[in-house]
């Protein structure tokens, strides 16, 4: 079985050697193999080795990978490390829901305070045009007071 898709990609991580059983040789020659653990639903923390240059940007180059560990039988262990899996991810997402729901309240404070500051800025500004508005009607009154005057 080969971890060629993008989701299975995501789910591989490279882990220490437990024991003293050393990395096979890849196929490759070019480098030696890497111990790696999957979390698929089929697979839940299964080790293999595979190349270190499988997962390489260029795509696969080396193609070399045998599990580590047996296959776990359908029962109750693997189902307790499904449901493990479950929990854990479900904290994550609400912990994340925290982080957002965190950040949104300081948006909102943040927006509630540049509100007030706008709201204070347009009074002032329609204070501004009240004044100009008495100038130029006091203006106009000038205009006509002395074009009424003149001959």
């Given amino acids: 079985m080969y971890a060629s898709s993008g989701r299975s990609i995501n789910l591989l991580r490279v882990g220490n050697l437990r024991d003293d059983e050393p990395?096979?040789?890849?196929?490759c020659k070019d480098s030696i193999s890497v111990e790696r653990t999957i979390w698929t639903d089929d697979?839940?923390?299964?080790?293999?080795?595979?190349?270190?240059?499988?997962?390489?940007a260029e795509g696969p180059k080396c193609k070399f990978f045998m599990w580590k560990d047996k296959e776990m039988e359908v029962g109750y262990?693997?189902?307790?490390?499904r449901k493990m899996r479950?929990?854990?991810?479900?904290?994550e997402d609400f912990s994340e829901v925290s982080k957002v729901q965190k950040k949104l309240v300081k948006l909102q404070q943040a927006m509630e305070a540049d509100k007030q500051v706008f709201e204070a800025q347009l009074?002032?500004?329609?204070?501004?045009?009240?004044?100009?508005?008495?100038?130029i009607?006091?203006?106009?009154?000038?205009?006509?007071v002395m074009w009424l005057k003149c001959p």
Wanted: proline share 4%; charged share 25%.
């Fill in 137 to 144: 009607f006091v203006m106009v009154i000038v205009v006509i």
């Fill in 23 to 27: 990395c096979p040789p890849c196929d």
């Fill in 77 to 81: 262990y693997k189902d307790q490390l």
């Fill in 86 to 91: 479950f929990e854990l991810k479900r904290k």
């Fill in 123 to 135: 009074m002032e500004l329609m204070k501004q045009n009240s004044l100009l508005e008495c100038g």
């Fill in 43 to 56: 697979n839940i923390a299964r080790r293999f080795w595979n190349c270190k240059n499988f997962l390489s």
